[in-house]
C-alpha cells in the first residue's frame, strides 16, 4: 500500500513563513505528479500547487509570488514553502499524490491524500 504522511503545520502570525512537507511511502514505481490543495472551514477544497515529474509548477492566483512547491525525488517528498502568510490562508491543507505503486509484476496508478495538517494564521 501507499501511505502520505504531512508535517509541518501550525501557528504563525500574519506575514510569517510555515513549510509543509508530504512524504510519500510504500511499493512505489513512479511518481507522476505532486500536489498540495486546502480547505477552509465552509468551503470547498482547492488546489494550491502542483508538480509534475518534469519539474513543472503551477499555483493558485492567490498564493502566486509567496508559496513555492518543490520535491525531493529520492525521499519521494512533496514541500511547500509558505512566505507571506496572511490570516485567508487559514486552511487544512492537503497533499495529493499521483503515482503508480507496484502490484505483483506490474503496477496500478492511482491518486493518494494525506491526513491534513491545520495551518492557523493569526495574531
Known amino acids: 500500500q501507499v501511505q502520505l504522511v504531512e508535517s509541518g503545520g501550525g501557528l504563525v502570525q500574519p506575514g510569517g513563513s510555515l513549510r509543509l512537507a508530504c512524504a510519500a511511502s510504500g511499493s512505489i514505481f513512479r511518481t507522476h505528479v505532486m500536489a498540495w490543495y486546502r480547505q477552509a472551514p465552509g468551503k470547498q477544497r482547492e488546489l494550491v500547487a502542483v508538480?509534475?515529474?518534469?519539474?513543472?509548477?503551477n499555483y493558485t492566483d492567490s498564493v502566486k509570488g509567496r508559496f513555492t512547491i518543490s520535491t525531493d525525488n529520492a525521499k519521494n517528498t512533496v514541500y511547500l514553502q509558505m512566505n507571506s502568510l496572511k490570516p485567508e490562508d487559514t486552511a487544512v491543507y492537503y497533499c495529493?499524490?499521483?503515482?503508480?505503486?507496484?502490484?505483483?509484476?506490474?503496477?496500478?496508478?492511482?491518486?493518494?491524500w494525506g491526513q491534513g495538517t491545520q495551518v492557523t494564521v493569526s495574531s
Open positions: 508538480i509534475t515529474s518534469g519539474g513543472n509548477v
Open positions: 495529493k499524490a499521483d503515482l503508480s505503486r507496484i502490484m505483483g509484476l506490474s503496477w496500478v496508478r492511482n491518486d493518494y
